[in-house]
């Protein structure tokens, strides 16, 4: 697969997405982007997401990982594009401290109810069998009010 066109992280690019008004296309984000003063990594980012219909901040991040988010990613031959593998894998982005992304982490976070602070947010993760580098990286979040999965997102993107 090609070299990734994606310079910043989904925290960052959430940052900027503040007031958006989910569900939302791709236009939508960019325009609100525009509006929060992205800078322009953020904003060719949001240009390199897929054209389609974002129900949340965390279909946003999917969307940068499935388009192999600040690295290179590679797919083995023969295998179509799904969910990538239960501990970062093959499709991990390269040069991060950790294989693990925002959007996995976030698929172990079902079910959350906020606010909570960060005991709810690893109580959580465990009930979903959140995998040991999936909990390492929450206990590495400082404790606050979670507000939201975007906050999550925000405070994961501070420590990965």
């Known amino acids: 697969m090609?070299?990734?066109?994606?310079?910043v992280?989904?925290?960052?690019?959430?940052?900027?997405?503040?007031?958006?008004d989910y569900p939302a296309n791709r236009q939508d984000l960019i325009d609100r982007a525009r509006m929060n003063n992205a800078d322009r990594d953020v904003m060719d980012t949001l240009d390199g997401l897929p054209d389609?219909?974002?129900?949340?901040?965390?279909?946003?991040?999917?969307?940068?990982?499935?388009?192999?988010?600040?690295?290179r990613r590679r797919t083995p031959a023969g295998e179509g594009a799904g969910p990538a593998p239960e501990?970062?894998?093959?499709?991990?982005?390269?040069?991060?401290?950790t294989a693990v992304s925002v959007a996995e982490v976030q698929r172990y976070l079902r079910g959350m109810h906020y606010p909570a602070g960060i005991s709810g947010v690893i109580s959580q993760a465990q009930k979903n069998n959140a995998p040991g580098d999936v909990l390492d990286i929450l206990n590495r979040i400082r404790d606050r009010e979670f507000r939201s999965a975007a906050d999550v997102s925000k405070a994961l993107g501070e420590v990965m």
């Open 2 to 7: 090609a070299e990734a066109r994606f310079k």
């Open 9 to 20: 992280n989904p925290a960052t690019v959430e940052k900027y997405l503040a007031g958006v």
């Open 52 to 71: 389609q219909t974002y129900h949340s901040p965390i279909d946003v991040s999917k969307a940068m990982a499935g388009s192999g988010f600040g690295s």
């Open 87 to 97: 501990r970062g894998g093959e499709n991990a982005p390269i040069g991060r401290t």
